[in-house]
């Protein structure tokens, strides 16, 4: 989120930096997918654990990386700023 969030201070002001940070966040959240997708495919090799528990444990991890999609969509709409600005 701070890194969103020095992006959008700084869209009026040094756009090209804004753009780095864009990038940043995109590559986070990629990070964030394939470490969702590890804790996932872990979660569910693991027998001792009973399904209910399992099903809950992912809806959390899922909950949790949706806050990354969140982020992710707000750097595309601020994205679209930096480019009407250019033009």
Excluded: P, T
């Amino acid at each position: 989120f701070d890194i969103l969030f020095d992006a959008y201070k700084k869209v009026y002001k040094d756009m090209a930096e804004v753009v780095v940070l864009l990038q940043d966040i995109e590559k986070l959240e990629e990070e964030i997918d394939k470490i969702e997708w590890h804790l996932k495919e872990r979660l569910f090799k693991n027998e001792e654990e009973e399904l209910a528990m399992k099903i809950l444990k992912k809806d959390f991890i899922g909950k949790i990386c949706n806050i990354s999609d969140r982020i992710e969509d707000a750097s595309d709409s601020l994205e679209i700023i930096v480019v009407k600005r250019k033009v």
